[in-house]
């Protein structure tokens, strides 16, 4: 017999495939058991929870912080033609009373409530009677008290186990940091976690490094070897944009820049310019990449390096949305190096934050280093074992680069 996860994933979302983490999550929930979800943004993670929704029947509470957010998860899956329903202060009494009506009788699959709406000694009264069968938490790092997302209205969600003692939960989050991931379990799950499932490989993307020399030559070259295909350089300095973007335009590549500095009537056409067309190459700081969704992107070239290796993973995700093969590659130089720890020597911060930042930019520089697979490492600090890749340029090329081992020998020496 056909799986019936597969003919949901099909039928009702029509995808062919799970992505990596789903299946797993998935089964995981079916059998009833707790799970963790760490995935990054834009892995999935809404399938992992509405996949099974609609495998178990019957009702699911789906528990996320924001109104908006919860619109449009609702109105997703009634496009797809799911019975989802959301009970919130920013809907009329009306509606609130038609929609629990809905819920009452048994006709809605998933519920998507705010957790303090959840809370409600009236609403878990309510609850109680109905037949539910799978909670939740979307951006699980609200319940931690050591994150920046920390929401008092999170904590009550402790209680959740004790209520629905048979009911399998599943919180979601992207925040991989070690310290939030154990808070969560702690809370939800009484410290246990039945299951954890990380998710944060992008196999498609190819890392390479290579010893910085000259950049404006080393980025022309690699620009044109992927002629037409649309990319994001990213460098330090606003004015490096703008001379990166100039050096391009001027050897007959469609380039941009894109920084802070820039007046947003600027940056907001360049970013139309590249969102909307194809081969076009954004030049740009840190500032671009927030709620960039463009799946075509096909590299993220680092003409300097980044402050830490999250800031690296996050910056190269943008890349190979679309599951091609894409490209991640970085120049890396010891004046970078330099820089780097000059900028954290500057700041106005305690002492214990520099050194904090200092650690950090040792574990990147590691990672530039390496001789051993670069995924290995990169998935490593974010907690995931991995077999070598055969996708790094370490994997690629077993002999070591002479150019690279001289350079990284000096570096060692400073
Ligand atoms: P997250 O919550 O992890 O940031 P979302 O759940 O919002 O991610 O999903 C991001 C995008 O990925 C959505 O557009 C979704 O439709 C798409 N997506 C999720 N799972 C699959 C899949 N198995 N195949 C293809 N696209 C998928
Ligand atoms: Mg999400
Ligand atoms: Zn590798």
């Given at each position: 017999a056909e799986d019936p996860k597969r003919r949901v994933l099909k039928d009702v979302f029509g995808f062919d495939d799970f992505r990596p983490g789903q299946d797993a999550v998935t089964e995981a929930l079916l059998a009833g058991r707790h799970v963790l979800a760490v995935m990054p943004t834009g892995a999935g993670k809404s399938l992992c929870y509405q996949v099974p929704a609609l495998v178990l029947g019957g009702l699911t509470i789906v528990v996320s912080p924001l109104v908006a957010l919860m619109q449009d998860q609702v109105a997703a899956l009634r496009l797809a033609g799911v019975a989802a329903d959301?009970?919130?202060?920013s809907l009329d009494r009306d509606a609130n009373v038609a929609a629990w009506r809905r819920v009452a009788a048994g006709q809605t699959?998933?519920?998507y409530l705010a957790p303090e709406r959840l809370m409600t000694a009236r609403m878990l009264e309510a609850l109680a009677r109905l037949d539910i069968r799978l909670i939740a938490v979307d951006e699980a790092h609200c319940i931690s008290q050591w994150g920046p997302a920390f929401r008092r209205e999170y904590e009550e969600?402790?209680?959740l186990r004790g209520i629905f003692p048979d009911v399998p939960i599943i919180a979601l989050t992207a925040t991989a940091d070690e310290a939030t991931r154990?808070?969560?379990a702690a809370q939800l799950f009484a410290g246990r976690v039945a299951t954890l499932v990380?998710?944060?490989d992008r196999p498609n993307i190819k890392l390479g490094i290579e010893a910085k020399?000259?950049?404006?030559?080393?980025?022309?070259?690699?620009?044109?070897?992927?002629?037409?295909?649309?990319?994001?350089v990213y460098c330090l300095s606003r004015k490096k944009t703008e001379e990166m973007a100039?050096?391009?335009?001027?050897?007959?590549?469609?380039?941009l820049a894109y920084h802070a500095g820039m007046s947003k009537e600027a940056r907001e056409a360049n970013q139309n310019s590249f969102m909307t067309l194809s081969g076009v190459v954004m030049v740009a700081t840190i500032a671009f990449g927030m709620g960039i969704d463009k799946p075509d992107v096909a590299y993220v070239f680092h003409t300097d390096l980044p402050g830490s290796l999250e800031a690296y993973y996050q910056e190269i995700g943008r890349a190979g949305r679309d599951g091609r093969a894409a490209e991640a590659h970085m120049l890396f130089g010891l004046g970078d190096i330099r820089m780097r720890r000059l900028f954290i020597d500057d700041e106005d911060a305690p002492a214990e934050h520099k050194r904090r930042a200092h650690g950090r930019l040792d574990t990147l520089i590691g990672y530039c280093e390496t001789a051993q697979c670069r995924r290995q490492i990169l998935l490593g600090?974010?907690?995931e074992s991995a077999v070598p890749c055969r996708n790094c340029d370490n994997c690629l090329d077993q002999t070591p680069h002479a150019d690279g081992e001289a350079e990284a020998r000096i570096i060692f020496a400073a």
């Open positions: 959301t009970i919130n202060s699959r998933l519920l969600l402790s209680r154990t808070d969560i990380l998710g944060f020399q000259d950049s404006k030559r080393q980025l022309l070259g690699f620009v044109q070897r992927h002629a037409g295909r649309s990319g994001i100039a050096f391009l335009e001027k050897n007959g590549v469609r380039a600090y974010f907690g």
